[in-house]
């Protein structure tokens, strides 16, 4: 996570957004008629689709206006070029991406440098709540986040492989796979994969988004991370780290989550339900953690495998400890492979392992095909909520029913 401000690159930005080489014929997507976009570049009013199985470069940002929405048909490839500027796109409140592959056959959002951090990732800027008001702006592109209605819809995301993303602006200033600013509920995410990024695979800047099918893989920085309050739900979650041997660089944390960096007791606090995850890290380094919770985040978290980190559970700072101990936060029929390190503030090792929260440390966790397998008895999620799919064992991904297979690398 890097939260930092981008206004000193509004002079470049603005001038990227000079030239849009081409429009639709009508502002329906849906109309039939054959669109003229050639290339992703500059920033559309008006609506647009890219067509099924076709390829279309992206030079530069691309800003999806308000009022507009971007369409982009099964099989649709997007390539960012090797062109030394800084390749994005840019979903702005009011506007709506509709993007929805299929299994067999996946939107690509990729880089002709195939390696990570070649490109700036997707963002998508709503209109729900966030912990810093409604005077948010994107760290790519400067847009405005935030706002008061936590049903806001900013479109579709289904079967999207997104690789090589992160593109560093500096050491501090990196782009994620998919960015979610202030994003509401209303919006569809399942079925991403952020593949070999040189940042956050996953990140929410606040908002109510849900989630399902999520695929981080041999992401350099944080696989999943939060702030800014958060709120939403998500089920299957996988952060897979290879080895840094054979990626050629080290990964930070599989879970990096905050309420607020400045002020941890910012309302409304970071609080997602998250259910059926498998994480597994590259590093056994003491500062390498797996589930880092801090900065006042609370969370609920269950049916969840951990391995890969010498740290898989910390816990730090006062407000996030005192809500695991009072039960606010909940974590519950988790295996680590290793133990949980705490901040003194409340929490312990031992509150995690009381036989009420069916939890367990130091446990032989084994997969196939890196990141298969679960492990029998977990909590009745449509219990918790009707969002959730019934998976009553730990872990995302079955032997026997392998979602990721077709559409991920």
């Known amino acids: 996570m890097k939260r930092v401000d981008f206004k000193f690159m509004a002079g470049a930005v603005i001038a990227s957004l000079l030239v849009f080489t081409a429009c639709s014929k009508d502002d329906d997507p849906g109309n039939g008629e054959e669109n003229e976009l050639t290339e992703l570049k500059g920033e559309t009013t008006k609506s ?10 992206l030079t530069g940002g691309f800003h999806v206006k308000s009022g507009a929405t971007l369409t982009i048909e099964a099989g649709v490839t997007v390539i960012a070029k090797d062109d030394d500027v800084v390749d994005y ?18 939107i690509i959002m990729t880089s002709g440098k195939k390696e990570a951090g070649a490109w700036g990732g997707l963002h998508i800027c709503g ?17 405005a986040y935030g706002g008061n209605n936590a049903a806001d819809n900013s479109g579709t995301l289904r079967y999207i492989r997104l690789e090589y993303t992160g593109y ?3 050491e501090e200033k990196e782009a994620n796979g998919v960015t979610f600013y202030g994003v509401g509920n209303g919006t569809k995410v399942e079925y991403l994969q952020a593949y070999k990024g040189s940042d956050d695979g996953f990140e929410w800047f606040g908002g109510t988004v849900d989630a399902k099918y999520l695929v981080s893989t ?13 709120s939403g739900r998500a089920q299957f979650l996988v952060a897979c780290q290879g080895a840094e041997t054979s990626i050629g660089y080290d990964c930070d944390a599989l879970i990096e989550a905050d309420n607020n960096g400045t002020n941890a007791a910012a309302t409304p606090v970071s609080h997602p339900t998250l259910a059926n995850l498998t994480l597994i890290g590259n590093s056994y380094t003491v500062n390498k953690r797996g589930i880092r919770l801090r ?3 609370q969370v609920s978290i269950y049916n969840a495998l951990v391995t890969g980190k010498a740290n898989c559970l910390t816990t730090e700072t006062t407000e996030t400890e005192q809500a695991l101990v009072n039960n606010t936060s909940v974590l519950n029929h988790i295996h680590l492979e290793s133990g949980v390190s705490t901040s003194s503030n409340g929490y312990t090792q031992d509150l995690f ?23 029998t008895g977990g909590k009745d999620m449509p219990s918790v909520n009707a969002f959730f799919s019934t998976a009553n064992y730990k872990g995302a991904v079955q032997t026997n029913s392998d979602w990721t297979m077709g559409w991920t690398l």
Not at 92 to 106: H, L, S, W
Not at 127 to 143: H, M, R, V
Request: with cysteine.
């Open 168 to 170: 560093a602006f500096s």
């Open 48 to 57: 647009i689709t890219l067509k099924q199985g076709k390829t279309y470069p």
């Open 127 to 143: 209109s729900a709540p966030t912990n810093i008001g409604a005077a948010g702006k994107s760290e790519i592109g400067d847009a």
């Open 89 to 106: 796109i840019l979903i702005e409140q009011g506007a709506k991406i509709d993007a929805q592959g299929t299994a067999n056959t996946p």
């Open 218 to 230: 041999d992401c350099s920085d944080d696989s999943f991370d939060w702030t800014e309050g958060w």
């Open 295 to 297: 900065a006042g985040t």
């Open 353 to 375: 392992t009381q036989s009420a929260n069916n939890n367990a440390i130091n446990q032989m966790l084994t997969f196939t095909s890196k990141y298969i397998g679960t492990v």
